[in-house]
Structure formats: structure tokens, C-alpha cells
């Protein structure tokens, strides 16, 4: 009954370091998403994917990158940490583009 | 452009108070709509849907009616809980965009015992 799986759940990085922040969803979901939330707003589109191997630009992806090699994993990837990259970042998944998404916890990311 | 507009919050209530949240967008075509629900601490969870014109979805107590005529999907509780007290989202699935999810900048609920 895991859903979708975030990891880590916290992590603080210095400018310039890079990381990958790990989704995983176990629901067999062609449509995964990467979603940034700054405080006090709602949640901007990253990157999403609809289906492995394919990939493709949300609203905000300067600075990010993902791969989809498999169905289940969709990991988002810093090359080079920015203090403008600190945010809570969301990673979501559906069976299809009109249906609802299912979120993870969240990874709140620091870049100090 | 596609928008939405969501009443800012916070919003402050007492229990069993009613609560209305406000939620209008800016689309072409008819877009389904979502109210999704954000407890602290937590990722956003669907609350409901609704999909043509005229709908209600309905969860937990939670109403809201897909209005065409005024793009509206106001979202509404009777009488809410402490347990109540969340961010709320207001989200249309356009199919201009893509079918994205476009979301509101949320409204912040917190009911007082």
C-alpha cells in the first residue's frame, strides 16, 4: 500500500553540490510528475514523464533533469545547487493524463 | 492564458462553522476540476473531482459544483472539525495545457477547537 515514495525527506546541500532526489510509485502509472512548491504558493510543474523513456519539460525545468528508465522510478536531478532550488518538492503519478494524481510526502530541499 | 484564482487565506473558523472557499479559473474547452487537500506535513491528496458542467463532487463533507457559466468550482463544508484544518488547492485539468494540472496558490484553513 506504498503509492508514491519520496526520498529523502529532508536534505540540505551547498551551492553548487548535486543530488538526486528519488520518487518511486508501485500503482504501474504511465504519468509521473515532478512539482516544486515555494512557500505560500501553489505547485509549479518540473518535468513529467508518460511512460518510461519518455520525458518531457514542465513549467520550471532550468536547473533540473530527469530519466525514466523504468516504469516505477522517475528521479529529478540537480547538477548544480542554487539558493533559488530551496523548496519542498513533490513528485505525483497517474493512470492517465485526465486522471488524479497521487502524491508523495515530499522532499524539503535547503540550499544554503 | 490558463489561471486560477483562489481566495487567500488564512482562513480562521470555529468548529461547526461553515466554510467557503472560492476557486474561479481561466480555460478554453471544459476542464475537469480537483480540489485537492494538503494536511501538514503531507503531500497533497485528491479530495474531490468534477468532470462536465452542472457535477458535484462530494467527499468528507466537502461540496463543489462545476459551474460553467461563471468558472467557478467553490468549495464547501457545512460544518467543519478541527481535523479540518489544512491547505487547499484548487486545481483544473486543462486540456490546452496539455492536461496539466494548474494549480492555485492555495488556501490555508485552520478551525479552532
Known amino acids: 500500500n506504498a503509492g508514491v515514495t519520496q526520498t529523502p525527506k529532508f536534505r540540505i546541500l551547498k551551492i553548487g553540490q548535486s543530488m538526486t532526489l528519488q520518487c518511486a510509485q508501485d500503482?504501474?502509472?504511465?504519468?509521473m510528475y515532478w512539482y516544486r512548491q515555494d512557500p505560500g504558493m501553489g505547485l509549479k510543474l518540473i518535468y513529467y514523464?508518460?511512460?518510461?523513456?519518455?520525458?518531457d519539460k514542465g513549467e520550471v525545468p532550468n536547473g533540473y533533469n530527469v530519466s525514466r528508465s523504468t516504469t516505477e522510478d522517475f528521479p529529478l536531478r540537480l547538477e548544480l545547487a542554487a539558493p533559488s532550488q530551496t523548496s519542498v518538492y513533490f513528485c505525483?503519478?497517474?493512470?492517465?493524463?485526465?486522471?488524479?494524481?497521487?502524491f508523495g510526502d515530499g522532499t524539503r530541499l535547503s540550499i544554503l | 492564458g490558463n489561471s486560477v484564482t483562489q481566495m487567500e487565506g488564512p482562513v480562521t473558523l470555529s468548529e461547526e462553522a461553515f466554510l467557503t472557499i472560492n476557486c474561479t479559473y481561466t480555460?478554453?474547452?471544459?476542464?475537469?476540476l480537483f480540489w485537492y487537500v494538503q494536511y501538514p506535513g503531507e503531500g497533497l491528496q485528491l479530495l474531490l473531482k468534477a468532470t462536465k458542467a452542472d457535477d458535484k463532487g462530494s467527499n468528507k463533507g466537502f461540496e463543489a459544483t462545476y459551474r460553467k457559466e461563471t468558472t467557478s468550482f467553490h468549495l464547501e463544508k457545512g460544518s467543519v472539525q478541527v481535523s479540518d484544518s489544512a491547505v487547499y488547492f484548487c486545481a483544473p485539468l486543462i486540456k490546452a495545457a496539455g492536461n496539466k494540472l494548474t494549480f492555485g496558490g492555495g488556501t490555508r484553513v485552520l478551525v479552532k477547537p
Open positions: 480555460a478554453t474547452g471544459y476542464p475537469s
Open positions: 514523464s508518460v511512460g518510461a523513456g519518455i520525458t
Open positions: 500503482m504501474n502509472h504511465n504519468y
Open positions: 505525483a503519478s497517474s493512470s492517465g493524463s485526465n486522471q488524479p494524481q497521487h
